[in-house]
């Protein structure tokens, strides 16, 4: 547990981040280009996963529950790592944790923990045959008599069969994660306990939840906002921490009180906080020097310590308005009441460790290393058969969600370290399209692959060739996209088609050599190059006209001579004659020696005859309606000299022209006219 009050004296500084663990991993791979490694205090997991009922209970309490929903959620944030390629180790408590710890908040008031006897060479005895007994036994004796039950067995069954290492520390599981920290074999730790810093730790990611503030997953306080999909941690660099270090913060725990100790009375976090980060004098570095050698005399050390007291308290008497603003002490007191024992503090700079660091944890050949995807069907079968026995009220359809579940939490390692050819891998996995992902109302944006896969980590559902071809019923006249024949299948459909399930992945994630992004660039790239189509609202084009009404204008509504200045600035050809009608005419009459009236440059070409008939003038299509109207009401046979037709006789040349038709108002006009377009 630590001091969560430290959290709040921390909780302005500007270099704390609250962040998506998803931009969180892009972020550091960008920046070191390399997977990111965590060391996690698994005690804190599992506690927030549910399988401990209160914060103070360990296994030698009450034991772990072995539920159905706890087993859940450890496998959501399993998944939540491994999916992201994260390289990750659980570290849990072991056998040699202070026999004192916590119990100093089952006493009264009126005791303290430096009342609790303690031997002058407790600490230095204890490590001595901690040592004697790796020697001897290779770990501690304690842990090879103890027998794990219950569902603390469980949860460590579950990680080996899911091939997930861990570590089974000495003492306190958050020392061990400091130290993996402190030599460089991961980056961070994960624990929302301030004791991995009193440890020594320099980087922690705490309350690993989905809430968008700094709280933990077991908040249960008033509504705050929360997300359904991402998780979400707040980095803590105590190298940009203002004022702070471990000397300070083992100071401030120990006047303030912690694990180890209930604090000293009349100090609370702020007079705490003070006294622990004064330079002049510096008392923070003048208590790390009486505990750092842990192979000092005793008698020597305590001596050293009692000094100690005395001068902090003189110091808080003298300058107490200076610091505190009043005068909170007083010379009469002897000193401070409720220090911890020498013991203690030992056990806060010196936890009790391993003697050699547990390497073989990080190794390759563990899934949860990046490097590997050392998760078979072998593994799939067993994790489905210890998860069958547990009964999951919020899940339907257990098969379906397992395979989902499993697939996705193995499918980057897949595309990155599976030993499958460039070719089979293609047939198993595409990126369909990138697309990006908002986070905290797009406050995040982080860049994502869409990844259509099949089926790779059950054989009983592995599916066919057969069954991965795309075929006619799988493409439904409702699901067509818009102006698509319902027998034409889309991209989508063919891709929904050969590849059955489908989730995201950061972009950064997965290199750009490899050949699932390749191959997508150079689909992309083909279906750009091919695609002619005209993009929408582009104007479209106009097919050039030889002959149209402003040039017929131009060339004959106005009369211009041969050679003449206007004629030679628009370029025009010289004509043979002059065109003497100063008006401009659509219809002009027709050169009756042309032989081929077709090559006339006019828009409208008029042949004319001329009829003594002195009918009204009106339009040519008018007239022959008019005409046509009356040859079916009028009786012509009387008014025609033979049986041709008047229009047949003018136009052979052998008849009269002139029509004898009943009234003036359905006569056809003076000029008969014939009329030819060109062009058809």
């Not at 704390?16 to 550091?28: A, D, H, S, T, Y």
């Not at 391993?354 to 593994?379: A, C, M, Q, W």
């Amino acid at each position: 547990m630590g001091v969560p009050a430290f959290w709040d004296l921390i909780k302005t500084q500007e270099s704390l981040r609250r962040l998506p663990l998803k931009q969180f991993v892009v972020e550091f791979k960008s920046n070191f280009h390399r997977p990111l490694r965590l060391a996690i205090d698994a005690f804190t997991w599992l506690f927030e996963s549910g399988f401990i009922g209160s914060e103070t209970e360990r296994p030698s309490d009450k034991g772990y529950r072995t539920d159905a929903q706890p087993t859940l959620t450890l496998l959501n944030r399993l998944k939540c790592l491994l999916s992201l390629d994260i390289t990750f180790v659980l570290v849990f408590d072991g056998p040699m944790k202070p026999s004192f710890k916590n119990k100093f908040k089952t006493k009264t008031s009126n005791n303290d923990c430096c009342e609790l006897t303690f031997n002058d060479e407790e600490y230095i005895s204890i490590y001595k045959e901690h040592r004697k007994q790796h020697e001897i036994y290779g770990a501690c004796s304690s842990s090879l008599a103890s027998e794990e039950i219950g569902g603390l067995a469980f949860v460590k069954r579950l990680l080996k069969t899911m091939n997930i290492s861990f570590i089974d520390t000495c003492g306190e599981g958050e020392a061990e994660c400091a130290r993996l920290q402190r030599e460089g074999l991961v980056d961070y730790v994960l624990s929302n306990d301030s004791d991995t810093l009193v440890f020594g730790a320099t980087r922690v990611l705490r309350n690993f939840s989905r809430f968008w503030e700094d709280l933990p997953a077991t908040y249960t306080g008033a509504l705050k906002r929360k997300d359904h999909k991402e998780m979400f941690v707040t980095v803590v660099d105590m190298q940009h921490i203002r004022n702070w270090n471990r000397s300070s913060l083992v100071l401030y725990c120990t006047l303030l009180g912690a694990d180890y100790n209930q604090g000293i009375r009349g100090l609370g976090s702020k007079k705490a906080a003070k006294l622990a980060q004064l330079t002049t004098p510096n008392f923070a570095e003048t208590f790390k020097n009486i505990f750092e050698d842990y192979s000092q005399r005793s008698d020597i050390r305590r001596k050293r310590y009692l000094k100690f007291q005395g001068a902090l308290f003189e110091y808080c008497c003298v300058h107490s308005k200076e610091l505190f603003g009043r005068n909170y002490f007083s010379s009469k007191s002897a000193s401070f009441q409720g220090w911890p024992s020498d013991i203690a503090i030992m056990h806060y700079f010196h936890p009790v460790l391993s003697p050699h660091v547990n390497r073989k944890s990080l190794s390759e050949h563990y899934v949860n290393v990046s490097g590997n995807s050392n998760f078979t069907i072998d593994n799939t079968t067993k994790l489905m058969n210890l998860l069958e026995g547990l009964k999951f009220n919020g899940i339907t359809d257990f098969k379906k969600w397992f395979h989902d579940m499993v697939h996705s939490t193995f499918l980057l390692k897949e595309i990155l370290y599976g030993n499958r050819t460039h070719q089979d891998l293609a047939q198993l996995v595409k990126i369909t399209e990138e697309w990006c992902a908002g986070v905290c109302q797009n406050k995040y944006r982080v860049p994502c692959w869409r990844i259509r896969y099949n089926t790779f980590l059950l054989a009983e559902n592995k599916p066919s060739p057969q069954e991965t071809a795309p075929k006619d019923n799988d493409f439904v006249a409702g699901h067509s996209e818009p102006h698509k024949r319902s027998g034409s299948p889309s991209k989508k459909q063919m891709e929904k088609a050969s590849y059955k399930f489908m989730t995201s992945i950061p972009k950064d994630l997965i290199p750009e050599d490899n050949i699932l992004v390749t191959n997508y660039h150079l689909e992309h790239r083909a279906v750009s190059e091919n695609d002619r189509r005209p993009k929408r609202g582009s104007p479209r084009k106009i097919a050039s006209q030889k002959s149209n009404l402003d040039g017929f204008l131009k060339k004959y509504g106005t009369p211009r001579k041969h050679g003449s200045p206007q004629a030679l600035r628009e370029n025009l050809e010289p004509e043979s004659e002059i065109i003497m009608n100063p008006k401009r005419k659509l219809f002009v009459e027709e050169d009756l020696d042309d032989s081929d009236p077709g090559n006339s440059s006019s828009l409208i070409l008029v042949s004319e005859r001329d009829c003594s008939s002195n009918g009204l003038h009106t339009s040519p299509k008018r007239a022959l309606d008019l005409f046509v109207a009356t040859s079916e009401d009028e009786d012509l046979s009387a008014s025609v000299e033979s049986e041709e037709s008047p229009l047949k006789k003018i136009k052979s040349g052998t008849g009269t022209a002139k029509l004898q038709l009943p009234t003036p108002r359905k006569l056809l006009p003076d000029n008969f006219v014939d009329l030819t377009f060109e062009g058809g």
